[in-house]
């Protein structure tokens, strides 16, 4: 009987532990998004003062940019909270569909985008606000002597690209394509943070990531551009989502983005202009 | 080719020395906890003393004393254990596991399983060689286990209580066996039993908290026992103290006369030894006879064969239901417990 | 309720049996969900395609050799640890217990960190021409790492059940330790070992961060089914579906036909031992 009743105990706990642990999971993007806003449109007047919260869906590449945008953003506007979550575009699109509470979507490129614009999940239509092309990255030393995209393919060199299905790595093959030269990469990671990573520890001889990220990786790496570059463009689209609570927020925030201290916080940081 | 062992374990209370001949069967008898199982822990290599030293002829199983290191391990020994339980193998055939010694000496897995049948037939065990021990009755399965030990052609049998546990009908054909299987073997076995003392151990060793108390051959042990767990092994009273010509005096004041050994001299340690069926139960001091009338709180009656046995503290007395019922007898009455002089035998101790 | 005749006294209250469910309702449902989203008319094709049969074969392929392994380091730690006591012995058990609460992803990093070509003995290695990263061999490290305390801790239970009483006749009966070992330690506890081994084939098979960090993922040299199904959720949600599905049936089929529950070498006598 004893024994029966530590088993029971022990089933509740965890129950209560999973509970909880689902309560917490829930608990960080989405809940700052759908806190519903009742003041959104009260009062017309002409200087309207945005308030309320929203969440922003934004691929990872942008994290460093968004941030700065974000809390520029809630400076300038008292009141107002923006909430941040990064991953892979994809993952979020997944995220989207089925019933994420975002309220504006950033993808790494217009694949992605489009799944949910043909999915009728976008609020009017999306606005290009920044472009991003490959750059070779590779550790400080530069142990393979690397100086071209064409390096990339000499015997020994263990170079990492991301996988075809990601954007980065789709830019990777476009660019293999055009140069013709065909890469023998030792891994195909499924994000270009993995690439980088391999790079910074030094597992890789080179890796291919876009500008933005060696830029932002400061030392830890050296970038290495390329002409052939431009032959793989990838184009980041931003949209309302159409199940945003504050469409009113959303929309200034994209204006944010897209206006003049968008463009310059994104120039810095190495993206370029659509 | 001795065997000679000297060993102590501070930890356990236990010291003992002890020598054993060639073809030498010993019984170890005493309380539980007295150290038996130790010693053979200790002679099998399984347990390691704080000093002592032990040989089988020129072999040194171990030397711990304060200079010399040497401790062989316990396969190359040459002493098969054999316990209570038979703890045959149970993922081999019975037949593997008496193999099991000869395959370990090196020997081809055919000769190996030859040496097994042979000793399984020595043991009348062949008809079970190809049974797993689970199919076994403990008779069974000790039997084997028996074959097993031999088969392994140790230079020194250990046999802990082998016969414990078994009913009453697997023991005697064990105890027949071993009597058969151990003649001109070196053995020493481990027993409460003192029908096994009689029919398999040519000496016997008393031990008790961790020292041997008496040793001896086994008639002489148990037909004139000096210890009083010989003695109640062997179903007698004995009463320990000093000698004088009036008898054997207690330390508390208890005299006891009897028939006094030649041996023996006044002011020695001496033993008065008496069997219970010499003592006679009266509720009243007897006034013709004073000697040997001592007067006992009774602790307990038992039925014993198709007497009556009252026991009073350490003493106990046969007497029939008959007189049992006359005198009324309860535990906790004061009676008084009469013994002939002739009945008692007195000698050292 | 009706019990079947034969059937002993269980001294399980009812409600646990409600509750039993609620619990096995909750493993289930997840697996239910995702068949129900399978598409079963591509479903052949999807998991015949060559990344799939290659990764699939190179999943088993390294989970085979990754369980092999664990039970080449994992009988002689589980041996130490139940057998033999040894000062700090307490602190080696949570060390090799320690993959079981570590993330896998740090399991990865930990792993590079020792192996990787700047690591503590990558870089000896490296110099002597043997390269760790990105090879094969490195899933097959990565996985050994997290499943190795699968074998362990089952062996050791096991070991300490068993006892070493039979040890003890053996070596009475003039077997020398490595003949005790073979013929009368490993034979007595093969049930434990065994389930112990596929409980570590199973975890080598899902097992994902610690690969994907320390080895990478390249079709046919890194690329196991699980890494297959994380990148083929980028762009065909239907085909990480229908690969998950396999995976599952994999597994199932591995430890539903291999693993029992692991029972005493011996039979104890009496009823109630």
Known sequence: MRTARKHILALLAAGALAAGLAGCAAGTPGAAGTASNSNSSAGASETRTLSGAITVYAAASLKSTFTKLASDFEAKNPGTKITLNFAGSSDLVTQITQGAPADVFASADTKNMAKLTDAELIDGAPANFATNVLEIAVPPSNPASISSFADLAKPGVK????????????????????????????????????????????????????????????????????????????????????????????AAFIAAVTGSEGKTVLSDAGFGTP | MTFQLDATLAARGFEVS????????????????????????????????????????????????????????????????????????????????????????????????????????????????????????????????????????????????????????????LRRLLKRVLAGRRAIIITHDILDALMLADRVIVLEDGRITEQGPTREVLEKPRSRFAAGLAGLNLVAGTVSDAGV??????????????????GQDGVAVFPPSAVSVFLTEEHGSPRNSFRVIITDLEPHGDQIRVRAGRLSADITPAASADLGLVPGMSVYFVIKAAAIAIYPA | MHRRSGTGYTGIPAWIYAIAAAGALFVLLPLVA??????????????????????????????????????????????????????????????????????????????????????????????????????????????????????????????????????????????????????????????????????SFARSLGEFGATLTFAGSLQGVTRTLPLEIYLQRETDADAAVALSLLLVAVAVAVVGLSYRRPRLGVAPEGALR
């Not at chain 1, 790595?169 to 476009?174: C, I």
């Not at chain 2, 060689?129 to 039997?143: C, K, T």
């Open chain 2, 249 to 266: 005096t207690t330390a508390q004041g208890m005299v006891v006369a009897g028939h006094q050994d030649e041996s023996v001299e006044p």
């Open chain 3, 34 to 199: 995702m068949v129900a989203r399978v598409n079963w008319s591509e479903f052949i094709p999807l998991i015949t395609s060559e990344s799939s049969l290659t990764a699939l074969g190179l999943s088993l392929r390294t989970s085979a050799a990754s369980t092999a392994s664990c039970i080449v380091l994992g009988v002689p730690l589980a041996l130490i640890l139940a057998r033999s006591p040894f000062p700090g012995q307490r602190l080696l058990r949570a060390f090799v217990l320690l993959p079981l609460v570590l993330p896998p992803v740090v399991g990865g990093i930990a792993l590079l960190y020792t192996f990787g070509r700047q690591g503590l003995l990558g870089k000896s290695l490296e110099l002597a021409g043997i390269q760790i990263a990105f090879s094969t061999t490195a899933v097959v490290l990565a996985q050994t790492y997290v499943a190795l305390p699968f074998l362990v801790v089952s062996l050791e239970g096991a070991l300490r059940t068993a006892g070493n009483k039979y040890e003890a006749v053996a070596a009475t009966l003039g077997a020398r330790p490595g003949t005790v070992l073979r013929r009368v330690t490993i034979p007595l506890v093969l049930p434990g070992l065994a389930s112990g081994a596929v409980l």
């Open chain 1, 159 to 250: 170079v990492v690209v991301c996988a075809p299905q990601v954007p980065c790595g789709a830019a990777a093959e476009t660019v293999e394509k055009a140069t013709g030269t065909t890469l023998a990469p030792v891994s195909e990671e499924s994000s270009v943070t993995d690439v980088l990573g391999k790079v910074t520890s030094g597992e890789a001889d080179a890796g291919l990531v876009y500008v933005t990220d060696v830029k932002n990786a400061g030392d830890k790496v050296e970038g290495i551009p390329f002409a052939e570059s431009d032959q793989a463009v990838n184009t980041y689209p931003i949209a309302t989502v159409g199940t945003s609570k504050n469409k009113e927020l959303a």
């Open chain 2, 18 to 173: 002890l020598s054993l001949g060639p073809a030498e069967t010993i019984a170890i008898l005493g309380p539980n906890g007295a150290g038996k199982s130790t010693l053979l822990s200790i002679i099998s290599g399984l347990l390691r003393p704080d000093a002592g030293k032990a040989t089988i002829g020129e072999k040194v199983l171990f030397d711990l004393s304060a200079d010399t290191n040497i401790w062989r391990a316990p396969h190359t020994r040459g002493t098969a254990l054999l316990a209570q339980e038979a703890l045959l193998f149970p993922h081999l055939s019975a037949l593997d596991n008496v193999a099991f010694g000869p395959r370990s000496a090196g020997a081809s897995s055919a000769a190996a399983r030859e040496t097994a049948m042979h000793w399984l037939s020595e043991v009348d065990a062949d008809s079970l060689a190809s049974r797993r021990p689970g199919q076994l009755s403990g008779g069974q399965a000790q039997r084997v286990a028996v074959a097993r030990a031999l088969a392994a052609d140790p230079d020194l049998l250990l046999l802990d209580e082998p016969m414990a546990a078994l009913d009453i009908h697997a023991a005697p054909l």
